[in-house]
């Protein structure tokens, strides 16, 4: 039976991606050897290096004056990596998640953190909108997709600062406008690859700016220099997400992503505003997500909620239990997942609510 792969991440990656991984891991790039066991300053790997860099600068347009730089120990190290070297004295954090709050909680160590807005009260399930931001913090922070509770800010905001945003889970799912941001971060593992790669896009002119000391590998400048080859990196991660840059470029590049990822997205939130079972979790449209799709059992059915997991499962639904801390179903419905695996879903919740 087919299946259809609505993990959150690790997630669904594009065939052509595990087609062209899987021929290197026996043999890259005519070497006859894997790409697992090849040094990662050979020839053949500083050119997937190099075009993976080029190719992320393509796609989003990033500006002169910006470097690419793929890094290990995740997003979460980010989130330390962040204040470490673009703090001064203060920054700006908006709350719209637990990776935000796990975000501004390092960014404590190193002074002082505003939190503008929080949509905790609400669990989450909407962007707050009406905040200040403090003209004389460093950097605004923001969690572009929380993959979590699935809302969405898909516009790049206007605040008179500079940006810096965790952009994990919907990096390259539509354009944004990189010169706003002074820093992006997303941990490869959802739009791009497997885990194991952490994508960088950073403003040069940023860095050099703070007087604490930072340790070598948690500092920039250090990867920026040794065009991330200060240590060795994820070379295997790195290959894949090549692979995923190049499917992405054929594929008409994030326009065209973007264009269907809204289709994707409609297909579902359509279904879950007009079925009587299921209720979306984000009510706001303009805040709901294209790239998770969070969902319950509408109050009187709740009841239901195992049945119809047991449902879609048999039917070849992979990955849509709810994160544990919202319940429920997730829905993730990445770059990568083709509009049929979300048709498939959508049929599931159709037959299901006929039977009842
Ligand atoms: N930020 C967001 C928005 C995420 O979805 C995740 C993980 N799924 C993280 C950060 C943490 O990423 P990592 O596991 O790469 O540290």
Redesign the pocket.
């Known amino acids: 039976m087919k299946k259809h792969n609505f993990y ?2 690790p997630s669904i990656l594009p065939e052509f991606t595990k087609g062209k991984t899987a021929e290197a891991v026996t043999n890259f790039a005519g070497t006859g050897l894997s790409v697992m066991e090849v040094s990662h300053r050979s020839k053949e790997f500083v050119a997937v290096m190099s075009e993976a860099q080029a190719l992320i600068k393509e796609l989003l347009q990033v500006p002169d004056g910006y470097s690419v730089l793929f890094l290990q ?5 980010q989130f330390l990596m962040v204040p470490y070297n673009l703090m001064g004295k203060k920054s700006a954090y908006l709350n719209t998640g637990s ?1 935000a709050s ?1 975000a501004i909680k390092e960014a404590k160590l190193f002074g002082d953190v505003v939190e503008v807005a929080s949509s905790k009260d609400a669990n989450f399930n909407y962007i707050p909108k009406d905040y200040v931001v403090p003209a004389d913090a460093d950097y605004f922070h923001i ?1 572009s ?4 509770y699935g809302t969405e800010l898909l516009s790049d905001p206007d605040v008179g600062i500079p940006l810096v945003a ?1 952009m ?2 919907d990096i390259l799912s539509r354009p944004i406008d990189v010169a706003k941001y002074n820093l992006i971060y997303a ?1 490869a ?2 739009n791009l690859g497997p ?1 194991g790669a ?1 994508v960088v896009i950073v403003k040069d002119e940023a860095l050099g700016k703070v007087d604490r000391p930072i340790p070598t590998m948690l500092n920039y400048k250090t990867h920026i220099d040794k065009e991330s080859m200060f240590n060795t990196p994820a070379t295997l991660p790195i290959f894949a997400c090549l692979q995923t840059l190049r499917w992405l470029k054929e594929n008409g590049g994030v326009e065209a992503m973007e264009k269907t990822n809204i289709e994707k997205a409609a297909l579902l939130y359509n279904e879950l505003d007009r079925n009587k079972l299921f209720v979306p979790t984000v009510t706001d449209p303009n805040d709901r997500s294209r790239m998770n799709v969070t969902f319950v059992m509408a109050p009187e059915y709740t009841e239901l909620e195992k049945d119809f997991l047991d449902f879609a499962t048999a039917k070849g639904m992979v990955g849509i239990k709810g994160h544990r801390s919202v319940g429920g179903f997730r829905a993730s419905i990445y770059n990568a997942m083709p509009a049929e695996s979300v048709k498939a879903l959508v049929e599931a919740m159709q037959d299901f609510e006929k039977n009842k």
């Open positions: 959150a991440g120990g995740g997003a979460s190290t990776w796990k969690t997709n929380n993959t979590i965790d994990s889970s941990g593992q959802k885990s952490t």
